[in-house]
């Protein structure tokens, strides 16, 4: 199955077999299921094998046989193609032994390039009732999980998909450290994922205790000066600010927070450049002008004004 010529002989003979005989060639490769789907030539032959399979007999030995080195098999670029076609051809329960594995290596899956793929498409084969164990997984490890280059994307999937006891575990594992998360890469776009998911929930008419869009935007207002200098942290309060817009109160907040800083951008700028200019004589510059990011504040939190008078006049409107 993993020879280039001898892969096509293993495929005709599964295709030509009796399924008592396609049972017996399946437990004849059992013990190294592991190696052949990992191989780029194997891999291609157990998704073909899986075309030819008619019985709940040989989908329950080719179960028993994947999970046997299900971890490997996920993280390896070639097997982690098996589990994506067996992801689409089985439906569950043929498929909770990834559930399974996905609960026991959450980490590991979520934060590789191949789990991280497997880890979407059995969250979006579902069904979502028998996912529970895997959403809370996620939950349990979301501080680590945001951090992470691919981790932050399985965040960010189940703010779309989950249900809103686990969204909202997300958010107070988040809670006190959405200003901390705002400031790098990977966590920012998530912090931007819980404002418009929490934008959505407001406006939907089910109830929930806890407003996350007013909880999240008052924590970021609480070092605005900070996150109005970092590059990354800008993004997330101007997504704060469009939040704020729809809410007269919070949005006079926000801009109390955020205008008196608006004056210390230039200075910032000058010893930010005198800096650069002693220490690098002028091989690294200021990636962006602060007295371009000081209009352009100005003039968001301007529109902002104007948008929520707007929304106010229309909404006292008989």
Known sequence: MIDNFGHYVVEALFAQASDLKKLEML???????????????????????????TKSEQMDQLMKMLQLDIKNIILSNSGHFVILRYLQKYKFPWTRFIHKAMMNYIVEFATDHYG???????????????????????VKHTNSLVENQYGNYVVQHLLEVAPRVITDGIKEKMHGKFVRYSKQKFSSNVVEKCLRHSLMEMK???????????????????????????????????????????NTPLLDEFTRCCRPHLDNLVGVFFCSYLIFFFFFFFAIRPSFNREN??????????????KNRGITQTQKKP
């Open 293 to 306: 990011v000081k209009t352009k504040w100005a003039k968001l939190l301007g529109t902002a004004a104007d």
């Open 204 to 246: 939907s008419d089910i109830y929930n205790p806890k407003d996350w869009s007013t909880v999240i935007v008052r924590e970021l207002c609480t070092k605005a000066g900070d996150l109005i200098n970092d590059k990354y942290g800008n993004y997330c309060l101007q997504t704060a600010l469009q939040i704020a817009t729809l």
């Open 116 to 138: 991280l793929r497997v880890m979407k498409a059995a969250i979006e084969a579902g069904p979502a009732e028998e996912m529970i164990g895997v959403y809370n997984a996620v």
């Open 27 to 53: 437990k004849i490769i059992e013990q190294d299921i592991g190696t052949v789907a990992c191989h780029k030539q194997g891999s291609f032959s157990i998704q073909s094998l899986m075309e030819t399979f």
